[in-house]
């Protein structure tokens, strides 16, 4: 028998253990609740993982929620009641323990073993275990999943725990369920019932890793594992005949062992490895990754030599190689692999002379956070695969990331994603799933929670990309501030998780590991947690109600949050909207905006600077280019305060579906401007031009290993192209410094301020620009274009060369208007008359050159002015 499977966790090679997928034959019908005749009469044929929503789409009983306002016509599927059912065959394979393994249940679940109640479950987030011995029947056995509609549970929980303040529409606080399962200012409300994730039978026998937890710190050269390994004993095993086993530990190529008398069932291994490599996050260096192995053997002398997995089952009649009378010695019995990185992480929220910093330190080496909040990648999580993770992760990348933040109103997500961003130095920080609301701290929910927290903490630790975990999202800002204290009348809201709970249990199960009680959090709780001198804020009014201009009066420590809103790519928009006209407010777009007044903040947001254009396409185009430039202005601020301000992570990398939301890849998975944006922000030497004691000062930002040098040229142009005063200076920055140097007043003398603007340059870096009018107020004309396409090699795409006559402006190519599957490599390009740009389009249509070319495509920020 040497059944492979990945389950959540870690790869686990099945060796006397035996995992048996149960994913076959399955299938679901509505068993109660508001569900239209006709679909209530159907057995529709299953998937799992999967879940309600995607099997009736499959089966072609329900319209695509994704599409139109069809989100409103499938609301009674989250208030109707379903059962998932399959058959499977068993045969008596002399193991000790039988267990079906639900590595996750969306949520309010009775699993039935031929007809037997054998759990209940109310967590999403959990892995259960149940235990079947004696239940499973020789020949055909039927299990059965019973889900309650969580709508009705969640409803039904927040008067019996009591009222709590939330966001949004549902109790979502009440059930621990992911939290924009039931809608959210970017999310659809689907409210899913389902088996999302991988059920198995496992069969094992004697002795079984119930939890493996290599802590990994670096001392000096030394890299020492501390493998903390739980065992449980069954059988013969459990008994007072029983036989010691072996532990064995192998990082790398290190291998230690110890011995676990009868009656123990945990120990911990320390295997040094000397001199390890370090891990770095990407910009820093390397990511070497550590294989480790831990495995237990029966018998107290270990002999790796004589391991063997014994007997050729099939992975369902697994043979033993050991019978009930003790461990032969050197059986495997059970194995575990996983890998780890040698690093030191700190999160340093310590006073300093401005107030309190936030800063993350790397193998000491503090870091500044390029940073993207990430929320699930689908409405329907279990679609989300290692593919799909990659694409998302590699377009962080391309926007020069160096930090995912996983946000507390999702989920924790799968292994792919903690795994890839380990090998691609991505560096992770998990909320645990708390968000915008309080909760209660009695039982059952306080149970669930450290159940949930235990599982996922066990589970993530081993990944050297995880740099903090946090207590929530905005919830101990949200009791301060938001006036949740009178409502609650003094009931329980979730600080003693965020204080005491989850912090113990981070320090049992994963220590050393950064913990933060909340984002945003002060360090304090007497300091307000909106307070932009202690830790981390959440900067929210400038997109509410200040405008982006504004991000300027604030010069934060770190900024976990902020974001502005712009509609998904045109092509994504109209895939999913086929609105007749198709309107900023029409019905489908206005169900795709989910934000509060949140077309009204998109208007308000753009007038300050561009006229609202009265044709679908531009006003399209108008609001991507104004979120670009205002995540873009308040990035540069926020770089050019570096190392007051040590970081800042974009609300919000992508989206679950195609919608209007802060998003920097949209839920078609295509890239927005505002990834352009980013790029440009985010990019190791930035030169930038930022309002300083005021007047204007040149910041050069240098996060790279090597010292920058060579002369910075600062101009003024007039729109014509004429240079109107120049000034060239010596410039040195050194390796992760940020220098300021200020415009000379000559040249930052406006005569013309409409028509006149200053160009900061250091040859390798792109230039920093700083106009001293809004384009609107600008005597910026229509754009005067030439262009040229030649296409590449046969289907891979088109060079597609523009040149300016006049000055330009944020010049893009909506490239998806052609072909969806399109991507161009730059955008938001301004050009000085004369100056030429050359892009690239990636797509495999032939023969459509010309169309990228053309007015709807090749967009100017020009044509928003005047
Ligand atoms: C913050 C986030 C999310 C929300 C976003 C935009 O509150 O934590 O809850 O989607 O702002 O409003």
């Not at 501390?226 to 069954?234: F, G, I, P, Q, T």
């Not at 932009?532 to 804020?537: E, L, R």
């Not at 930035?686 to 060579?710: F, K, S, Y």
């Not at 597609?800 to 909506?814: F, H, K, M, P």
């Amino acid at each position: 028998m040497s059944t492979t499977e990945t389950t959540t966790g870690t790869t686990t090679r099945a060796t006397q253990r035996a995992v048996r997928p149960l994913h076959t034959g399955w299938s679901l019908r509505s068993t109660a609740g508001p569900v239209p005749p006709e679909i209530a009469a159907v057995d529709v044929p299953a998937t799992v993982p999967g879940t309600v929503h995607t099997d009736l789409l499959a089966a072609g009983l329900i319209v695509d929620p994704y599409l139109d306002a069809n989100e409103h016509l499938l609301a009674w599927i989250g208030q109707a009641d379903w059962s998932y059912a399959t058959t499977f065959d068993w045969r008596p394979d002399g193991q000790d323990r039988h267990e079906l393994v639900f590595a996750g249940l969306d949520t309010v679940a009775t699993v039935l073993l031929n007809g037997e109640v054998v759990a209940e479950t109310r967590n999403q987030h959990r892995t259960y275990r149940v235990g079947v011995d004696g239940r499973l029947r020789e020949g055909s056995n039927d299990l059965e999943v019973r889900f309650g509609s969580p709508v009705a549970y969640a409803d039904a929980q927040s008067l019996a725990l009591g009222y709590r303040p939330h966001v949004n529409h549902h109790p979502y606080n009440a059930i621990r369920k992911m939290a924009c399962s039931f809608g959210w200012d970017w999310g659809l409300d689907t409210a899913t019932s389902g088996i999302w994730k991988p059920v198995t039978l496992e069969s094992w026998s004697s002795v079984r890793l119930a939890s493996v937890r290599p802590v990994v710190t670096v001392d000096g050269s030394r890299g020492v594992v501390d493998v903390h390994v739980d065992l449980e004993r069954a059988g013969a095993s459990a008994g007072a005949a029983a036989e010691s086993v072996t532990v064995r530990a192998t990082v790398g190529d290190v291998t230690q062992e110890a011995r676990v008398e009868p009656g123990a069932d945990s120990v911990v291994v320390q295997v040094v490895v000397d001199d390890p490599e370090l891990w770095w996050p990407r910009g820093h260096g390397g990511q070497p990754l550590y294989d480790v192995t831990v495995s237990v053997t029966g018998g107290g002398d270990g002999d790796a030599g004589r391991a063997s997995s014994g007997g050729d089952g099939d992975g369902v009649d697994g043979t033993r190689a050991s019978s009930g009378d003790g461990e032969r010695a050197g059986d495997v019995l059970d194995e575990w692999s996983s890998r780890i990185g040698f690093r030191t992480v700190e999160v340093r929220v310590e006073p300093d002379e401005v107030g309190t910093s936030f800063t993350v330190v790397m193998n000491g080496e503090p870091l500044w956070i390029k940073g993207a909040n990430w929320i699930p990648d689908d409405a329907f999580p279990h679609r989300i695969g290692r593919d799909r993770y990659r694409d998302r992760i590699e377009q962080a990348e391309f926007g020069n990331v160096n930090l995912l933040r996983v946000w507390g109103g999702g989920i924790f997500e799968s292994d792919d994603f903690y795994e890839l961003c380990d090998e691609r130095g991505m560096l992770t920080w998990q909320d645990f799933l708390f968000a915008c609301a309080a909760y209660a701290e009695e039982d059952p929910l306080r149970g669930e929670v450290e159940a949930e927290v235990r599982d996922n903490v066990t589970r993530l630790m081993t990944h050297p990309s995880l740099v903090l975990w946090t207590g929530n999202n905005e919830n101990i800002w949200g009791h301060d501030e938001w006036g949740w204290e009178r409502r609650l009348d003094g009931a329980t809201w979730g600080l003693g998780y965020y204080l005491d709970l989850l912090p113990t249990l981070v320090g049992e199960l994963d220590p050393g590991r950064p913990y933060a009680a909340g984002s945003p959090w002060s360090g304090s709780l007497d300091v307000a947690q909106s307070d932009p001198d202690h830790g981390s804020v959440h900067l929210w009014e400038q997109w509410n109600r200040k405008d982006y201009p504004t991000y300027r009066d604030v010069v934060p420590r770190f900024v976990a949050e902020f974001g502005w809103q712009g509609p998904p790519t045109w092509s994504a928009m109209t895939r999913a909207i086929h609105d007749e006209p198709l309107t900023p407010e029409s019905p489908g777009m206005i169900v795709h905006q989910k934000a509060m007044q949140g077309n009204d903040k998109l208007t308000d947001g753009l007038l300050a600077h561009y006229r609202l254009p009265d044709e679908i396409e531009a006003w399209h185009w108008a609001m991507q280019l104004n979120q670009a430039n205002a995540v873009q202005v308040a990035l540069e601020h926020f770089r050019s305060h570096a190392p007051r301000c040590r970081g800042a992570v974009v609300w919000q990398i992508n989206d679950c579906w195609p919608v209007t939301s802060w998003a920097a890849v949209d839920g078609d998975g295509q890239r927005k401007p505002l990834l352009y944006a980013m790029r440009h922000a985010f990019a190791d030497r930035l030169v930038t031009i930022q309002p300083r004691d005021g007047g204007l000062a040149v910041v050069v930002v240098n996060d790279t290993e090597e010292a920058l040098a060579g002369p910075l040229t600062v101009r003024r142009v007039a729109y014509d192209g004429r240079v109107l005063a120049s000034e060239q200076v010596s410039l040195t920055v050194a390796a992760r410094d940020t220098v300021t140097v200020p415009v000379p007043p000559a040249v930052a003398a406006f005569g013309a301020p409409e028509s006149e603007l200053l160009v900061a340059s250091v040859d390798g870096v792109s230039r920093g620009l700083w106009f001293p009018v809004e384009p609107r107020d600008s005597a910026l004309a229509a754009a005067s274009l030439s262009t040229s396409v030649t296409a590449l090699v046969e289907g891979s795409g088109y060079r597609v060369e523009v040149t300016a006559g006049s000055l330009v402006r944020d010049l893009a190519l909506l490239v998806d208007k052609v072909d969806p599957a399109a991507t161009v490599d730059e955008m938001l390009v301004t050009l000085l008359p004369g100056e030429a740009a050359v892009f690239t389009v990636a797509s495999e249509v032939v023969g459509v050159g010309k169309e990228f070319v053309t007015q709807r495509v090749l967009r100017t920020a020009n044509e928003l002015v005047g």
